[in-house]
């Protein structure tokens, strides 16, 4: 999570939606001059900014990786919370999903998954989404009080455009973004619409809930 003094603004980071490049991208406008922007960061505090944490979470830090909303404008204060600019990153809960699935795959199975191609990985993403209670909504750090909280969503659809509105409202130039991932999505080639079925769809529909409605995806986009 980012919050810049400078500029007046505040990034939250949702899971699995482009949320560290975009972090990084905009990260030297809550630093003093000269600071590099590093894939993995302890948390800064100064008066230009804060930085939080990327990477897991210290027992004792205050300012880290996916922090609630309501949890941040309870360190930064109601006032300061409504004056700025606030921000996070969403994507289609259906791409999301087929994101999330090759970031929490075992490196076994993604090897037996290179080897018997993308039949076999389809099964298994549906094996998998139907034994999942839960998604990564990021819902906690967009909502306070069960209620979208921020002022402005990047689309992961729309992203370079999207960044560049943010941009201009918070008064900079739009930041070049790169590209950091951990784990790499396979199948590149393949539409996250090939891994769906009826069945499966309901499972992230569940989950997913209202994201839908907040943000405008359609509910039938895995067709």
């Not at 630093?31 to 590093?38: E, I």
């Not at 996916?66 to 969403?90: S, V």
């Not at 929490?104 to 191609?117: K, N, Q």
């Amino acid at each position: 999570m980012l919050v810049s003094h400078f500029k007046r603004f505040i990034y939250l980071k949702t899971p699995k939606t482009a949320g560290t490049s975009v972090e990084i991208a905009l990260e030297p406008y809550c630093a003093p001059p000269g600071h590099t922007p590093s894939h993995t960061t302890e948390s800064h505090v100064s008066k230009y900014g804060i930085i939080g944490r990327r990477g897991p979470k210290n027992q004792d830090e205050v300012y880290y990786n996916h922090m609630p909303a309501e949890e941040l404008r309870g360190l930064i204060g109601k006032d300061r919370w409504g004056a700025y600019q606030k921000c996070c990153n969403i994507r289609n809960p259906f791409d999301l999903t087929v994101s999330y699935f090759y970031f929490v795959v075992d490196d076994d199975l993604r090897h037996e998954i290179s080897t018997r191609g993308f039949e076999f990985a389809r099964r298994n993403f549906r094996n998998w989404l139907a034994s999942r209670h839960s998604l990564p909504t990021g819902q906690s750090n967009y909502c306070i009080a069960g209620k979208p909280a921020l002022d402005f969503y990047i689309r992961y659809e729309e992203l370079a455009d999207d960044l560049k509105s943010f941009s201009t409202l918070i008064g900079i130039d739009s930041p070049t973004v790169g590209k950091f991932k951990t784990k790499k999505r396979m199948f590149k080639h393949v539409s996250f619409k090939d891994y769906y079925d009826e069945r499966a769809a309901d499972c992230v529909r569940q989950m997913f809930g209202r994201y839908f409605e907040w943000f405008g995806y359609d509910p039938e986009s895995w067709k």
